[in-house]
């Protein structure tokens, strides 16, 4: 049975068919990650697909220059749609200085405001809280000014992929404080699989998605021409 929950499409090929059609619509998404797994390239592909359906976008990235991310693209030709959605005012690439959260949603919210946008991409929430010292806080404040940050990217009607890193050492840990991904509607994790052969294939696991009837295995992934894709 179709599902009857609104969805936005990621452009993942091999993605949507597993989580009933794409993300929930309005939702905010976790995409955690280490380095190198293909957590920039998941995300453009995310919002090109958007606008590929008349649906604009925003990324914010706190660790890269603009000149960067767009240098990453056009390795899959993907460089011309994005420049063409800027020039009409349907795409927003941002690069900025690491920030306070809610210096963060006020840029975020101003943002969409402008375009109108639909899908919104964080690189990252890792980079976005790098200030605080976990030594020295109050918890309970960190994961209420985080809540509020999902909360207000909700109201504002954007789908929204906020990128976390997982650091190499970590094996169970999934975002800086462990408490973003029960608090997300969704975590999408990215990651290598070590085999005795010495491969390192990259992997895709959907860790949970609320409203969604998804699968559970481990999918094996691959980066070609065209991007991020679930291989078959």
């Known amino acids: ?12 090929p091999g993605l949507d068919k597993l989580i009933e059609g794409g993300l929930v619509k309005n939702s905010v998404n976790l995409l955690a990650g280490q380095t ?43 460089d011309v749609e ?6 009409q005012g349907k795409f927003v690439l941002i690069a900025e200085e690491p920030t306070d959260i809610k210096t963060l949603q006020f840029s975020t919210i101003n ?28 918890m309970g404040k960190v994961r209420s000014e985080v809540m509020s940050y999902m909360k207000a990217l909700k109201n504002i009607g954007i789908t929204s992929l906020l ?8 094996v169970k840990a999934l975002s800086r404080f462990g408490f973003e991904e029960f608090i997300a509607d969704s975590v999408i994790v990215l990651h290598y699989l070590e085999y ?7 992997s895709l696991i959907i860790r949970k998605m609320r409203r969604t009837s998804h699968g559970t295995d481990i999918y094996p992934i691959e980066i070609g021409k065209n991007g991020l894709a679930i291989k078959k």
């Open 1 to 12: 049975m179709a599902s009857a929950v609104e969805r936005l499409e990621t452009g993942v």
């Open 82 to 87: 994005f420049k063409k959605a800027k020039e």
């Open 163 to 170: 990128i976390t890193e997982i650091p190499e050492a970590e």
């Open 196 to 202: 005795a052969a010495g491969g390192t294939p990259r």
């Open 111 to 138: 943002y969409a405001k402008k375009i109108n946008a639909k899908r919104f991409v964080l690189d990252s929430l890792s980079i976005a809280t790098m200030g605080w010292k976990v030594s020295s806080l109050d």
């Open 36 to 78: 190198g797994t293909g957590k920039t390239v998941f995300g453009m592909q995310y919002l090109l697909h958007g606008l590929r359906k008349g649906e604009s976008g925003i990324y914010i990235t706190l660790e890269q220059s603009e000149e960067d991310i767009m240098t990453d693209v056009a390795k899959f030709g993907w």
